[in-house]
Nanobody, 115 residues
Framework: VQLQASGGGLVQPGGSLRLSCAASGTRIGPKIMAWYRQAPMKEREYLARITGGGSIDYADSVKGRFTISRNNAENTLYLQMNSLKPEDTAVYYC??????????WGQGTLVTVSS
């Protein structure tokens, strides 16, 4: 299983970005997928999760601004991020949860929110 995250970059405050996480080695449709982030000098932070049944959950810090989605045909997970703030600056990671007894992580994509 491999997860390839992409879509990060430099964006101004108030701007938007869409992150992608392309999976290979397994189909993500029936599985729990999630996004996390890690800012410098901070612990990795949970952001959002989508289950195989389509249930979605968000952390309070991103609720109303970020949207998690999944394209089963493309085997890709997305995170649409709107109204970005400087405090959203971090490396963003996707995760395939609890598959074959373990979690799988993407390599991370850097998002920098700055003017």
């Amino acid at each position: 299983v491999q997860l390839q995250a992409s879509g990060g970059g430099l964006v101004q405050p108030g701007g938007s970005l869409r992150l992608s996480c392309a999976a290979s080695g397994t189909r993500i449709g029936p599985k729990i997928m999630a996004w996390y982030r890690q800012a410098p000098m901070k612990e990795r932070e949970y952001l959002a999760r989508i289950t195989g049944g389509g249930s979605i959950d968000y952390a309070d810090s991103v609720k109303g601004r970020f949207t998690i989605s999944r394209n089963n045909a493309e085997n890709t997970l997305y995170l649409q991020m709107n109204s970005l703030k400087p405090e959203d600056t971090a490396v963003y990671y996707c995760k395939l949860a609890n598959y074959r007894g373990r979690d799988f992580w993407g390599q991370g994509t850097l998002v920098t929110v700055s003017s």
